[in-house]
């Protein structure tokens, strides 16, 4: 009896000691497989964060694209987007013709003189307006022409040699009239100040048939000469130089430049600009071309 109770006790202490470790193995098992199910949904998170990731990357990169190429696009077209400023940097020439018929005006003789005068230039443009600032340098060389006021006699006639110099700054207001893209009518005006620089010569003269000649001195007009030439009454002489205002003469210090004008605009590409300006001012007409390069 008692060996039946002892052996009953051995057999279970045997299948507990049994089964508690296989219990174990089970639960041990059942977390490995939780762990492994966790890593991979983990994973299978990760790679659908990586793809929408990617998705998201390759949707920034088309925007990108899409907005450089527009950019791109702008860049190479000639059309003038509104509301933006552009900035040209270039040169002008202009030909000035100061007509006889202005001269006559205030004076008797004279001769139309044409002007050369050129210099860099820098344009701010916005919405078909343009403000275009130039520095110019203009020659008003002449050679010795018959000059006299009109109120004076016939013995006041001189020769007159100019090598007079100015040097503009001034401001053109420019409107346009688009007809194309790359093609418009440009009207306004301009504005300004001339720095005046340089020789004015004077000299009495003599009127020889149809012409004119410099009288060898005071008084000394030569035997064929009225005796009413080469007064003593100045000293226009042996290439009188006329002082400037600031020297109590006739030579001005500084010379306004007002003028209208219009001419075309050619936009030969979204960089480069050419112009052709004529106008009508204080100096006369002006025929002139300009180059400028957008910044």
């Given at each position: 009896?008692?060996?039946?109770k ?9 299948s ?13 098992k059942?977390?490995?497989?939780s ?7 983990k ?7 990586k ?5 998201d990357?390759?949707?920034?990169g ?18 003038e ?6 900035r ?8 000035i ?13 004279g ?8 210099g860099?230039?820098f344009?701010?443009r916005?919405?078909g ?10 020659g008003?060389?002449m050679?010795?022409?018959p ?9 006041a ?6 090598q007079?110099?100015v ?14 893209p790359?093609f ?22 003599i009127?020889t ?10 008084g ?5 000469a ?11 002489y042996?290439?009188y130089?006329?002082?400037?205002w ?7 210090v ?6 209208v ?9 979204p ?13 006369g ?7 400028d390069y957008?910044?």
């Amino acid at each position: 009896m008692a060996a039946r109770k002892w052996l009953t006790g051995l057999l279970v202490a045997g299948s507990v000691a049994v089964s508690v470790p296989a219990r174990a193995d089970d639960e041990a098992k059942g977390k490995e497989d939780s762990a492994e199910k966790t890593d991979g949904e983990k994973s299978a998170d990760a790679d659908t964060e990586k793809k929408d990731a990617d998705t998201d990357s390759e949707k920034a990169g088309d925007k990108e694209g899409k907005e450089a190429t527009a950019g791109a696009a702008a860049a190479d077209s000639v059309v003038e987007e509104k509301g933006k400023t552009y900035r040209f940097v270039g040169a002008r020439y202009r030909l000035i013709l100061v007509p006889k018929f202005i001269v006559s005006l205030f004076a008797d003789g004279g001769a139309t003189v044409a002007v050369h005068s050129f210099g860099p230039e820098f344009a701010i443009r916005k919405d078909g307006f343009e403000y275009n600032f130039g520095l110019t340098y203009a020659g008003y060389g002449m050679s010795d022409t018959p000059f006299k006021s009109k109120s004076d006699g016939e013995d006041a006639w001189e020769l007159v040699n100019s090598q007079i110099k100015v040097l503009y700054l001034t401001a053109d207001f420019l409107w346009s009239h688009e007809l194309s893209p790359q093609f418009a009518i440009n009207y306004g005006m301009g504005a300004g100040l001339g720095l005046v620089f340089g020789t004015l010569y004077r000299n009495q003269a003599i009127k020889t048939g149809s012409g004119y000649t410099r009288c060898a001195g005071n008084g000394r007009g030569g035997p064929a000469a009225p005796s009413f030439y080469c007064g003593t009454d100045n000293n226009h002489y042996d290439n009188y130089e006329e002082p400037s205002w600031a020297n109590g003469g006739s030579k001005p210090v500084i010379f306004p430049w007002l003028a209208v004008q219009t001419g075309a605009r050619y936009k030969v590409d979204p960089r480069f600009v050419a112009r052709l300006d004529v106008g009508f001012g204080l100096s006369g007409f002006f025929f002139g071309l300009g180059a400028d390069y957008g910044l």
